[in-house]
């Protein structure tokens, strides 16, 4: 079988990898790929945003299956353009790719479905919003309604903060469009965690939770990032509670959006808070998560791309999934200054000495090979250090010796991955 994967980041990576590993595959093609994607397969510059352009190289090299990796070509149709071509695509439709493109449309279909939430409420006027949010009172969490690379949203401490969020997001405009809207929701307490479910319109299959670490900083301190790090399984996500979520929150949200005419096929990413009531959403995307999807890559042991091709094909109600019980953990190395301004085509060296620690591998999210065959950073999220062993804390000790085997100055990471887990130990 022959898949075009889209996408160039450091899930792309990981999904590359582990597609590789199939018996069923037999061309892989990965649009645009990075600098880590390219040691592995054939990488072509196609945007992942370029819908016509994926869909033509999809026709060019046959496949049998497109395997969409990032957001943004979900929301733009990529998954139609390829069912109007009669190619397999693993995403959903833009129909579906609501539940990430539109945070209101999410809490819509939620409450439709009975999933429990938080308390919300969407506005496109700074001063409405402000009345709303006195009116609350902090922590507050403010919300940009549309695609921001996962940095529209602020958990407010204090009024002042949120007040500063609407008026950024409103006013100034710092997410562009995707900030024309904004929600307001309640901050809601408790742990959380990520959790994935392989969905194919009628039936979903619950991976494993993981929990990821937004903020920056370490201590969660600094504002919210695309993720610094994540480990798998999260101790506090217990089966019972997986249970819980599959029940209350992702099976009734597959009826309302089938009962909507958008059945979702694909992977749908629940971000849940394990508060005192139980698991409630706290948004849905419709992709693997990034970090999250490396170290979910790294424990599973069953063919992926079986699974993917089961769940394009509405055959997933009897499939099982087998994982490995040991741990991973992923800690990012961004570009110092990420989320803000970051210089770009830096030199990472020591790549072979990080990859030689055991149990690691270094997946590449925004590298490039410079002239002279070396490895460039050109985005802020760079590389994911990935380790597994049979301990969490084993595994956080080989992903941060990895870290340090690297010879990259203008590089940094959080040194807390896994702190909820394993304390500040």
Not at 288 to 308: H, I, Y
Request: net charge negative.
């Amino acid at each position: 079988m022959k898949v075009l994967l889209v996408g160039g980041g450091g899930r792309e990576h990981a999904l590359a990898r582990k597609l590789l590993d199939s018996s069923l595959l037999t061309g892989l093609w990965v649009a645009p790929g990075n600098a880590g994607i390219a040691r592995i397969a054939e990488c072509l510059p196609v945007a992942a945003e370029d819908v016509a352009g994926q869909l033509a190289l999809a026709k060019e090299k046959e496949v049998d299956l497109v395997v969409v990796g990032p957001e943004a070509p979900l929301t733009l149709g990529l998954a139609d353009a390829c069912a109007e071509a009669g190619i397999r695509c693993f995403g959903p439709s833009a129909a579906a790719a609501r539940l990430e493109g539109s945070k209101s449309f999410t809490r819509e279909v939620a409450e439709a479905a009975g999933v429990p939430g938080a308390e919300w409420a969407c506005f496109t006027d700074s001063a409405e919003a402000m009345a709303y949010v006195r009116a609350k009172g902090a922590p507050i969490v403010i919300k940009a309604d549309g695609l921001a690379a996962g940095k529209g949203v602020v958990v407010a401490a204090t009024l002042e903060e949120a007040e500063a969020a609407v008026t950024d997001m409103l006013d100034g405009g710092i997410h562009g469009a995707a900030g024309a809207s904004i929600l307001v929701e309640e901050c809601l307490a408790g742990e959380e965690v990520s959790f994935f479910a392989l969905c194919d319109g009628s039936h979903a299959l619950p991976l494993v939770g993981a929990q990821d670490h937004k903020r920056v900083g370490d201590g969660d301190t600094g504002p919210n990032t695309g993720g610094m790090g994540a480990y798998s399984p999260a101790p506090a996500f217990t089966e019972a509670l997986q249970a819980e979520a599959m029940e209350r929150i992702v099976r009734p949200t597959l009826a309302e959006m089938a009962r909507r005419g958008a059945p979702f096929r694909g992977v749908l990413f629940a971000g849940l808070m394990l508060t005192a009531q139980g698991p409630k959403l706290i948004e849905y995307n419709v992709r693997f998560g990034d970090p999250e999807c490396q170290v979910l890559m790294t424990r599973l042991r069953s063919d992926l791309l079986a699974a993917l091709i089961a769940a394009c094909d509405g055959e997933l109600k009897d499939f099982g999934l087998r994982w490995s019980p040991d741990p991973a953990m992923v800690v990012v190395v961004a570009a110092r200054g990420y989320p803000g301004a970051y210089a770009k085509n830096t030199a990472i060296r020591g790549l072979d000495e990080a990859g030689a620690v055991p149990g690691v591998v270094v997946y590449h999210a925004g590298t490039s090979a410079g002239p002279g065959g070396e490895i460039l950073a050109t985005g802020g999220r760079v590389l994911g250090v990935t380790a597994t062993a049979p301990t969490l804390r084993a595994a956080r000790d080989a992903a941060y010796a990895a870290v340090d085997a690297l010879d990259w100055p203008e590089g940094f990471c959080r040194r807390d991955i896994g702190w909820r887990a394993l304390g500040a130990g």
